[in-house]
T-cell receptor
């Protein structure tokens, strides 16, 4: 079955710097890759997603890139702000019914 | 627009007691429904998912069970809780039309087993 690895497990950046979180997946059949942000005690919220027919997608300060050949995808956050501090999860979908999640990355933005 | 509800929001139960958590979705028909558990500081573990009334797939063998008595209602149950059942229980839904990929999470139930 699909396996998703996420790195790093924790990431500290200075406010205004960029943050990059990387995920790799194992099943070449996976064709959908969402990213979720979870603030302390809250539900995971979808922040951006990408499908396998697209290499990059941007939404204001966040972007996701996908390399199907290497089977990895990354989340990029530019001009980080304290409110970006949260746990971020990547996921991959080898078929429509399920998502396989990475273990999460704790992002701390220091002001 | 679609809304997902979970209750209760928090629950403290003794070991060996039963459990019933409920999830309902509004504003959509025939959604795929999911139960996840998140232990403190950990990732999301898929417990059950359902593609229709009475159709339940179990991902992890354990003392929990799930049922879907109505199209937009998903229930997580246990006959006897264990200490290891403590965690943050999240229900999620997705729209099966057009791929069923994107999942949207409910507010969660925080369960503490003492």
């Amino acid at each position: 079955g699909e396996n998703v690895e996420q790195h790093p497990s924790t990431l500290s950046v200075q406010e205004g710097d960029s943050a990059v979180i990387k995920c790799t997946y194992s099943d070449s059949a996976s064709n959908y890759f969402p990213w979720y942000k979870q603030e302390l005690g809250k539900r995971p919220q979808l922040i951006i997603d990408i499908r396998s027919n697209v290499g990059e997608k941007k939404d204001q300060r966040i972007a996701v890139t996908l390399n199907k050949t290497a089977k990895h995808f990354s989340l990029h956050i530019t001009e980080t702000q304290p409110e970006d501090s949260a746990v971020y999860f990547c996921a991959a979908s080898p078929y429509g019914n399920k998502l396989v999640f990475g273990a999460g990355t704790i992002l701390r933005v220091k002001s | 627009s679609q809304t997902i509800h979970q209750w209760p929001a928090t629950l403290v139960q003794p070991v060996g007691s039963p459990l019933s958590l409920e999830c309902t979705v509004e504003g959509t028909s025939n959604p795929n429904l999911y139960w996840y558990r998140q232990a403190a500081g950990r990732g999301l573990q898929l417990l059950f998912y359902s593609v229709g009334i009475g159709q339940i797939s179990s991902e992890v063998p354990q003392n929990l069970s799930a049922s879907r008595p109505q199209d937009r209602q998903f229930i997580l149950s246990s006959k006897k809780l264990l200490l290891s059942d403590s965690g943050f229980y999240l229900c999620a839904w997705s729209d099966p039309s057009g791929g069923a990929d994107t999942q949207y999470f409910g507010p969660g139930t925080r369960l503490t087993v003492l």
